[in-house]
């Protein structure tokens, strides 16, 4: 399987409301419930109403489109990353997955992938 790097720097955001997300931008990755707002997208455009941010993070994204039925392939990244003790957060998208990594933990992340049989581009 193929993973391939953004290049971009990433943060987490939980937001008051949506007026300051500056949707025009490559990478917006919303989720709004009952009871947050949560944003991912470049360091640089934080939104000003941010209520928290946990900055500092990396993505890789899985190459290709995935099917709806395939079974294990984010279980089979994050268990050989559990293994060296580093966490991921996953965004889910019609077509495939995005694995975010802190920044700290990125290149080492990507020797284990490799290791693991996984093609980085």
Do not use: H
């Amino acid at each position: 399987m193929k993973l391939k790097k953004i290049g971009k720097d990433f943060a987490v955001c939980k937001t008051q409301n949506l007026n300051d997300v500056d949707f025009s931008k490559e990478f917006i990755f919303l989720s709004k419930t009952d009871e947050e707002i949560s944003l991912v997208c470049e360091s640089y455009i934080v939104p000003k109403n941010t209520i928290a941010v946990e900055d500092g993070w990396k993505a890789l994204r899985i190459t290709g489109i995935l099917d709806f039925g395939m079974v294990g392939v984010i279980a089979k990244i994050a268990d050989i990353l559990s293994q060296a003790s580093i966490s991921i957060f996953v965004i889910s998208t019609y077509n495939t997955d995005y694995i975010f990594l802190k920044a700290f933990n990125y290149e080492k992340s990507i020797a284990l992938l490799e290791k693991n049989g996984y093609t980085i581009i």
